[in-house]
């Protein structure tokens, strides 16, 4: 079993930047993928940012260019760098892993607040 432990979320003014962080129990290197996800009152779950393990990235078209997902295979740790945040960009923000063989583990949750 692996556990992931979401960090750095909090309340910020429109415009400013957030990074948030997922640090996992064991080695990152066993996991396919990483992927960070958000859910905001009333609203299903969206994905925000992905990354392979051998470092490809995609984003939805709602944060390309100020969102930033990064993997330290030394730390255990993904990250999610958020920039120019938005009052849309309000919810709670979870990471998502999943192994080579699809065992899928999910983070706790950490909530961000944007403030117009």
């Known amino acids: 079993q692996v556990q992931l432990v979401e960090s750095g979320g909090g309340l910020v003014q429109a415009g400013e930047s957030l990074r948030l962080s997922c640090a996992a129990s064991r080695s990152i290197a066993r996991f396919n993928s990483m992927e960070w996800h958000r859910q905001a009152p009333g609203k299903q779950r969206e994905l925000v940012a992905s990354i392979t393990s051998d470092g490809r990235t995609d984003y939805p078209v709602s944060v390309k260019g100020r969102f930033t997902i990064s993997r330290d295979n030394a730390k255990n740790t993904a990250y999610l760098q958020m920039n120019n945040l938005k009052p849309e960009d309000t919810a709670v923000y979870y990471c998502?892993?999943?192994?080579?063989?699809?065992?899928?583990?999910w983070g706790q949750g950490t909530q961000v607040t944007v403030s117009s």
């Open positions: 998502r892993f999943t192994t080579y063989s699809t065992v899928v583990f």
